[in-house]
């Protein structure tokens, strides 16, 4: 049986990931909306950023690997009333050369996450119960 | 039509310094860690200055000034704290030209906005709260004829300040402005992606002011914003930017019992009833205008009008003369006072409308103009330029739903004012939004229902001092730019006093 998600990471990002996870410890995602810096993900250390019942998880990235042989999961989350615009697509984490974000661990790096996406497909849909 | 020279190049009025250090107790301090950043502007995506990367160090050392200052400040007569908001304005009066060009290097935007609106408007924003706390009185409640209830405005104390990167100059302002008339001392933190215009401005009025009354430490979010966000040492945070760092800033000013105002962006919708094309006059041309402010400072607004509302019965031709408008957008040099658009902020920025330019396509929308990045030769071809976009499609659809902060629009049609109050509620947000009518009985019904803290009623884009500006919904808490933002500023004393020499008789 196939197993659906609703996030992604490239390469490039999940590379990103290790290095930061490398200096912080293991990470979260909290995918923002509004102003400035606003409708991108934001990386924290884990549980920084308190979720609770008014948020949705979206899914864990699986970052195996990297220089410190730190294995494990980087979970994304969004809050509920934003999902409710967003649950019909696909998302994937990207990087590019940016300059800041909120709080946003990767800023002092020179470069920011960024989200890549795109329709979830009628089998997608039907795999997430959303059909 | 004037091409201002860059900052530094013979006969510009602006010059940046090479490098900046933090401004702490009057005086430019080195960061503790020594480290700093490259600043590019977005015009040409060069470096033009380094600026300090500032850590929890530096902000420690600033709320050390500023609690130096505080006490001292905070005991200063309302004349006199107004004497000296009513100085700075007059300087940055004396060189606007120069604090506009070096705002528009830092930011992008075109100067003729910076002329025009984002300087005069930080000018008159010192002006009105030098005289709102000249105005401002406490007041006395006569409880029985031997007591009173005396109500006293003290100053917080030490306030923390995050300034986002779309106004530099004008944002700082919205804060600084309120925060100093009633009588605190500031640690402010610019945004990382434009910590040189501030700089610019305090070094032009760093002599008005005493020391440690206004510090201003650079750096990234993370490594200086945090720390002066989650400090202990300030009596209240203020916040412009998105929702999820607006979380982040409430969450650890619960953990210190602080209070917070936030402005957290929107989806503003921008109405226009069937009756605006009654005649092709003069107000038909001025709600045209209205539809294009969507790509004012390109689109870079918290209140950007990113949804155009419609009606149907004009639909056709309305939008048929709003693209005609839109594709006589002037996009270029920003230092050119003929550009009506420049360059997005920062790359990231541009990687980011260009996505969302994308999934509205994905989603169905169609693009009627625009949709674009657009390569500029010569010296800006380094720079972030968009062309302004128009998409037509749903409310359902994200372009319809998440702020994209770029000069994008996304259009719908409705069929009566009911279902456009529907459309215009049908978001997270609530900070602006737009009404153009002929009718005043449907503009004030329309005002009324639409759940946003500002409702422009057959205008768009203006930012008055004493108007109140601030969200509904996800849109964040309270109101800067009136006098009722001083009270965001101050503690309420209230001395409770009683004049009769008789005992109660308890004991």
Redesign the interface.
């Known amino acids: 049986m196939a197993s659906f998600s609703r996030v992604a990471v490239t390469p490039q990002a999940a590379d990103l990931l290790r290095r930061l996870r490398a200096e912080h410890g293991p990470l979260m995602f909290h995918q923002s909306g509004g102003c400035c810096d606003g409708s991108s993900p934001m990386c924290y250390p884990l549980g920084e950023f308190v979720t609770g019942p008014s948020d949705v998880l979206l899914g864990s990235l699986e970052i195996d690997g990297g220089p410190e042989r730190v294995d494990g999961t980087v979970p994304v989350w969004m809050s509920v009333a934003q999902f409710e615009y967003w649950s019909h697509t696909h998302l994937t984490i990207d990087v590019v050369p940016g300059r800041g974000g909120g709080f946003s661990l990767e800023a002092p790096l020179g470069v920011r996450f960024l989200i890549r996406s795109r329709m979830l497909t009628d089998e997608e849909m039907a795999g997430l119960g959303m059909a | 039509m004037t091409v201002y020279a860059p900052p530094g190049q013979p006969g510009s009025p602006a010059k940046y310094a090479g490098r900046y250090d933090n401004f702490i107790g009057g005086e430019w301090v080195p960061p503790v860690k020594g480290q700093y ?1 490259e600043n ?1 502007t977005p015009i040409t995506g060069q470096t033009f200055t380094e600026v300090a ?1 500032g850590t929890a160090e530096d902000i420690e050392l600033a709320l050390d000034a500023a609690q130096g200052a505080a006490p001292g400040w905070g005991r200063t007569s309302a004349t006199d704290r107004s004497a000296v908001l009513l100085k700075i304005a007059d300087r940055m009066e004396q060189h606007l030209e120069t604090l506009a060009v070096a705002e528009t290097w830092d930011n992008g935007k075109p100067v003729r906005e910076t002329l025009a609106a984002d300087i005069p408007l930080a000018i008159d924003h010192f002006r009105y709260f030098a005289a709102a706390i000249r105005a401002q009185e406490g007041s006395i409640g006569e409880l029985d004829d031997q007591t009173v209830a005396y109500h006293f405005h003290e100053p917080l104390g030490v306030v923390g300040q995050i300034i ?3 106004f530099p100059i004008l944002m700082a302002t919205w804060k600084l402005a309120p925060a100093l008339a009633a009588g605190n001392a500031v640690v402010l933190k610019p ?3 434009t910590p040189a215009s501030i700089l610019v401005l305090m070094e032009l009025v760093a002599d008005l002011l005493p020391p440690g009354v206004v510090n201003v430490v650079n750096g ?4 200086a ?2 720390p002066l ?1 989650s400090s202990p040492r300030v009596a209240k945070v203020a916040f ?9 800033i409430m ?1 650890y000013a619960s953990q210190n019992i602080k209070p917070v105002t936030l ?4 989806k503003s919708p921008n109405i226009f009833l069937e009756d605006v094309a009654r005649a092709r006059d003069e107000f038909y041309d001025k709600t045209l205008e209205g539809f294009t402010m969507f790509a004012l400072n390109q689109g ?1 607004v ?1 209140t950007c009008p990113s949804r155009a509302l419609i009606q149907e019965s004009i639909y056709d031709q309305f939008i048929a003369d709003a693209v005609q408008r839109t594709e006589a957008v002037v996009q270029g040099n920003p230092l050119d006072t003929g550009t009506m658009i420049g360059a997005q902020a ?4 541009l ?2 409308i260009l ?2 330019i ?2 509205g396509q ?2 169905g929308a169609k693009i009627l103009t625009g949709g674009e990045r657009v390569h500029l030769g010569g010296d800006l071809a380094g720079g972030y330029y968009v062309q302004p976009t128009i998409f037509e499609g749903e409310n ?1 659809m ?1 372009i319809f ?5 770029g000069p994008v629009v996304s259009v719908t049609r409705f069929t009566d004012i009911d279902d456009a109050v529907k459309i215009a509620n049908d978001t ?2 609530g900070l602006g939004a737009g009404v153009w009518t002929r009718d005043l009985h449907a503009a004030y019904h329309l005002g009324r229902a639409i759940q946003a803290g500002r409702v422009w009623t057959n205008c768009y884009h203006l930012y008055p001092a004493h108007a109140a500006f601030g969200g509904y919904k ?2 964040g808490i309270g109101r800067e730019n009136h006098k009722m933002m001083l009270e965001h500023y101050q503690q309420t004393k209230n001395l409770l006093v009683s004049y009769s020499p008789r005992r109660l008789g308890f004991f």
């Open positions: 950043f590019p990367r986002p990167w779309n945004a990382e992606q990234f979010g993370v490594e914003g945090k966000a412009t930017g998105e929702t999820t760092t607006g979380r982040l969450q402005e957290l962006g929107g870079e918290c920062s790359n990231d920025q990687e980011k996505s969302y994308d999934i994905q989603e359902r994200r739903q998440e702020e994209i902060f997270l947000y996800q849109s």
